[in-house]
């Protein structure tokens, strides 16, 4: 039977020329790329739903051949780009498997169209409410509509495509178990959180005549950024009672995407910080978060918080495994491409 890793493992291995984060080179020895798909999986299996848990914690938590692991070592070129899409490849079969959507951006019952729903408008006169909000963000809670979006998303938008690219690079030179795991990090936190900031500005630009990204702004707590500063609003706009934005009126939002532990430790940050930035420019503030919230065991006292603060907070983005899982199929993708 395999011998669970230890982190007695993990210090040998790092004595035998895995530890990325300090600067040390790998050893020269080859790997197959049914090895390097092994240990992708692996990581992947577990990782995908513990973004932000260091490498140790979760390699810790897997059932892998002890032994074995140690010998998991890439070569110190660059992987192949056949290698990696092999190992991608693999990693991608233990994906869950998405059906194509029935649902459209409007709720309608044809197929989910990513262009259509960036660049849908409402009706003149159209009564924004909550509701209203939340059936416009909702057609990407389904993982196939999802990524249908982000690769849309890529071709229209440099930047991400960018970002995409960085990833893909970082895969690719990884070389070792530990820097292969750095790369999927920087996916689930960096790209992930890109890919949450486009949906929020895709979502409610529609709303508004103008918008600015990434604002500095100064507070009595020090310096922020503003995610997205919408202005002009073309209508009132409910967010929730007593919380809303008069027609030619100004919101500013801040944007959350992660796991339940990350949400919550962000919540003294975001009232403290964030949702004053917003305010300080006389703007209206809303916190625009993952459904991730809904498993937290303060959702309600962080709801309290960022309100007791001058801000509401909605769940409009998808799940934070979703959004994982829809960038590591475009990666995989572009490594297969490469």
Same mark, same amino acid.
């Not at 300090?22 to 990782?47: H, I, N, Y």
């Not at 070569?75 to 498997?97: D, N």
């Not at 979006?149 to 960018?162: H, I, P, T, V, W």
């Not at 936190?189 to 005549?209: H, M, Q, R, V, W």
């Given at each position: 039977?395999?011998?669970?890793?230890?982190?007695?493992?993990?210090?040998?291995?790092?004595?035998?020329?895995?530890?990325?984060?300090?600067?040390? %080179? @790998?050893? #020269?020895? +080859?790997?197959?790329? *049914?090895?390097?798909?092994?240990?992708?999986? =692996?990581?992947? /299996? &577990?990782?995908?739903?513990?973004?932000?848990?260091?490498?140790?914690?979760?390699?810790?938590?897997?059932?892998?051949?002890?032994?074995?692991?140690?010998?998991?070592?890439?070569?110190?070129?660059?992987?192949?780009? %056949? @290698?990696? #899409?092999? +190992?991608?490849?693999? *990693?991608?079969?233990?994906?869950?498997?998405? =059906?194509?959507? /029935? &649902?459209?951006?409007?709720?309608?019952?044809?197929?989910?169209?990513?262009?259509?729903?960036?660049?849908?408008?409402?009706?003149?006169?159209?009564?924004?409410?909550?509701?209203?909000?939340?059936?416009?963000?909702?057609?990407?809670?389904?993982?196939?509509?999802?990524?249908?979006?982000?690769?849309?998303?890529?071709?229209?938008?440099?930047?991400?495509?960018?970002?995409?690219?960085?990833?893909?690079?970082?895969?690719?030179?990884?070389?070792?178990?530990?820097?292969?795991?750095?790369?999927?990090?920087?996916?689930?936190?960096?790209?992930?959180?890109?890919?949450?900031?486009?949906i929020a500005t895709d979502g409610l630009k529609p709303y508004f005549n103008g918008l600015e990204l990434q604002r500095r702004v100064e507070t009595a707590n020090g310096m922020t950024f503003i995610d997205g500063r919408f202005t002009e609003a073309r209508c009132s706009i409910i967010f929730a009672r007593g919380h809303s934005v008069a027609e030619g009126g100004t919101l500013s939002v801040e944007v959350k995407t992660g796991q339940p532990v990350y949400l919550e430790r962000?919540?003294?940050?975001?009232?403290?910080?964030?949702?004053?930035?917003?305010?300080?420019?006389?703007?209206?503030?809303?916190?625009?978060?993952?459904?991730?919230?809904?498993?937290?065991?303060?959702?309600?006292?962080?709801?309290?918080?960022?309100?007791?603060?001058?801000?509401?907070?909605?769940?409009?983005?998808?799940?934070?495994?979703?959004?994982?899982?829809?960038?590591?199929?475009?990666?995989?993708?572009?490594?297969?491409?490469?």
């Amino acid at each position: 039977m395999p011998e669970p890793i230890t982190m007695a493992t993990v210090a040998a291995v790092t004595e035998a020329g895995v530890a990325a984060g300090e600067g040390v %080179a @790998a050893t #020269s020895t +080859a790997v197959s790329a *049914a090895e390097v798909g092994r240990q992708l999986v =692996a990581v992947e /299996s &577990v990782g995908l739903g513990t973004a932000g848990a260091s490498t140790e914690a979760f390699v810790g938590s897997l059932e892998l051949d002890a032994a074995g692991l140690g010998d998991v070592v890439l070569s110190r070129a660059e992987t192949s780009g %056949a @290698a990696l #899409s092999e +190992a991608l490849r693999k *990693a991608g079969t233990e994906l869950p498997q998405i =059906a194509k959507s /029935s &649902v459209d951006a409007g709720g309608g019952t044809t197929a989910f169209d990513a262009a259509r729903w960036s660049e849908w408008s409402p009706q003149a006169g159209e009564r924004v409410t909550p509701p209203s909000i939340a059936e416009r963000f909702r057609p990407l809670r389904d993982p196939s509509n999802l990524e249908s979006y982000a690769r849309n998303l890529e071709q229209r938008d440099a930047g991400f495509a960018k970002e995409l690219a960085r990833r893909q690079e970082q895969l690719q030179a990884a070389r070792s178990p530990a820097e292969l795991d750095a790369a999927l990090q920087q996916l689930r936190k960096t790209t992930a959180g890109k890919l949450g900031e486009s949906i929020a500005t895709d979502g409610l630009k529609p709303y508004f005549n103008g918008l600015e990204l990434q604002r500095r702004v100064e507070t009595a707590n020090g310096m922020t950024f503003i995610d997205g500063r919408f202005t002009e609003a073309r209508c009132s706009i409910i967010f929730a009672r007593g919380h809303s934005v008069a027609e030619g009126g100004t919101l500013s939002v801040e944007v959350k995407t992660g796991q339940p532990v990350y949400l919550e430790r962000e919540v003294s940050h975001i009232a403290g910080r964030q949702v004053q930035g917003h305010l300080a420019g006389g703007d209206k503030s809303l916190v625009l978060v993952s459904r991730d919230v809904y498993a937290m065991t303060g959702e309600r006292a962080a709801r309290d918080t960022v309100a007791e603060a001058g801000s509401r907070v909605m769940a409009l983005l998808p799940e934070k495994r979703t959004m994982d899982e829809a960038l590591l199929r475009l990666v995989r993708d572009r490594v297969e491409r490469a």
